[in-house]
């Protein structure tokens, strides 16, 4: 029940905050030939200096109307919105719970009618009877902020875009310019590992086509301010959208701006990561050997790495001395300049090469004990005109 506290029950410490438990169907419309009855928990609404700054609703939904409303992404949730899914995936059979706020332009429209939360829910109740295709009751006048289902393991769910920057909230000045940037920030890191397999170029642009739907009329300020705060990492998206194009199945290291791959050589297996420098505009990428060398043969496969990287051209092999993990580093700086998916192939498969060029050396002297100058006879070609 976390995430339903924090989006609902949370509310009622603020000030000029009531809620009512309405326990009641009202009916929603999606336009004139579609609309359905739906079970409503409870009605939020808030109130600062005599003015309605918000209004929140949560309902029931069945599992076949919560698939009519992901499909046709009802109450604007779209995928693009929509943060990281936690606590595991819904289940098919069970109701799931949303809540979801009134944009702030037609909080107009409710806000002679909401002195309290339990008036304005008799106001829809009595709307839903009379007047159906009042706006108050379109589902496109509506926000999704989150969807939850209570399981036995406990409640899984997501939140959206709007539920980290709360319409209502910037509609009434009380989120700050200040908390903008933070605010999109975590929303960003969220997004992204709910969205790997299908980041797209343009995904800052329909964010701030959706912040101008919502706030056409109740806000004006300037989006290219808020435009600085939704762009992502554009290094990491790049690096994304390479090994999505490129086939590579990948994670991305939660907290950290880093991806984690395997691959499969012709003579290893082992893992690879992707690792981001935003601020300095670099990019790193390991191959991390899946042999690691005992205290006893580190010496030995110092020597190894050192002969081998002796007329390397593109990275290096290294060794962490204290554990004796060995790994191949390729990496670029693009500061002044752009990353490019071209950069990134020679960046990966460069290094992938080498991993494997070298694994049987490495192999050899972990393994059977081969010394350091007949490993990298076995695996670099003999040397006829040396400079």
């Not at 393994?367 to 040397?383: H, K, M, N, R």
């Amino acid at each position: 029940m976390t995430q339903k506290r924090t989006l609902m029950d949370s509310l009622a410490e603020i000030e000029g905050c009531t809620h009512f438990q309405v326990g009641r169907s009202i009916t929603l419309f999606r336009n004139a030939q579609d609309s359905w009855a739906t079970d409503v928990n409870g009605i939020t609404c808030v109130r600062k200096q005599d003015q309605v700054i918000e209004c929140r609703m949560d309902f029931q939904a069945t599992p076949d109307l919560y698939q009519q409303i992901d499909r046709e992404a009802l109450f604007n949730l779209k995928p693009e919105l929509r943060g990281a899914m936690g606590g595991g995936a819904f289940l098919p059979d069970a109701d799931v719970e949303i809540v979801v706020t009134l944009k702030p332009d037609f909080l107009a429209e409710l806000a002679p009618h909401a002195e309290t939360a339990e008036a304005a829910a008799n106001y829809l109740l009595a709307l839903s009877q009379t007047t159906p295709e009042h706006p108050l009751l379109q589902t496109e006048n509506w926000l999704a902020l989150s969807v939850t289902q209570q399981q036995e393991t406990g409640e899984v769910g997501f939140t959206t875009l709007w539920h980290t920057l709360n319409p209502a909230a910037l509609a009434a000045g009380t989120l700050s310019e200040a908390d903008i940037t933070p605010a999109l920030t975590r929303f960003f890191a969220d997004w992204t590992e709910a969205n790997l397999g299908s980041v797209v170029e343009d995904t800052t642009s329909q964010l701030l086509e959706e912040l101008g739907n919502v706030f056409t009329e109740a806000v004006d300020r300037g989006l290219e301010d808020i435009a600085d705060a939704v762009t992502p990492e554009p290094l990491l998206t790049t690096l994304i959208q390479f090994f999505t194009e490129d086939d590579w199945s990948f994670t991305k290291l939660q907290g950290e701006s880093a991806l984690r791959t395997a691959c499969q050589g012709e003579k290893g297996q082992w893992n690879c990561y992707a690792k981001v420098r935003e601020a300095a505009q670099q990019v790193v990428f390991y191959s991390v050997c899946s042999l690691q060398a005992a205290p006893e043969q580190r010496l030995a496969v110092a020597e190894f790495i050192t002969r081998a990287n002796y007329g390397l051209i593109i990275g290096n092999f290294e060794m962490d001395w204290s554990d004796g993990e060995i790994r191949y580093k390729t990496s670029i700086d693009v500061e002044g300049d752009r990353l490019t998916p071209a950069l990134i192939k020679r960046l990966v498969y460069a290094n992938v090469m080498m991993m494997d060029t070298y694994f049987p050396g490495i192999q050899a002297i972990l393994e059977t004990g081969v010394e350091p100058e007949a490993a990298i006879d076995l695996v670099e070609p003999p040397v006829t005109n040396p400079v």
